[in-house]
């Protein structure tokens, strides 16, 4: 069990960053067709949360919100949160 719990910040960092890779791409695409967007919220907030990664390289992927400061500051952010988590959970 414990062994378990010792992979779980990865699994968690895995899957909020493959959602905010995806998440970005569907934007991406829907601001092609001109159609409804992700509200910028929904974005910068899975990235804060551990998203960081998935989200600097989405940008750089897609060439998506690369002109806004405020995404790359807020993806640095969750970033260094999931360094923290990954950080923490090697403490126990």
């Not at 905010?20 to 092609?32: H, N, P, S, T």
Request: net charge positive; glycine share 8%.
């Amino acid at each position: 069990m414990t062994g378990l719990l010792k992979h779980l910040p990865w699994v968690y960092l895995l899957i909020v960053n493959l959602v905010e890779l995806f998440v970005m791409y569907l934007d991406k695409q829907r601001a092609k067709r001109k159609k409804w967007r992700i509200p910028e919220f929904d974005l910068l907030f899975i990235g804060l949360i551990g998203g960081g990664i998935g989200g600097l390289f989405a940008q750089q992927l897609f060439h998506h919100k690369t002109r806004k400061l405020r995404f790359y500051f807020f993806f640095i952010f969750g970033t260094l949160v999931a360094i923290a988590i990954i950080c923490f959970s090697y403490k126990r």
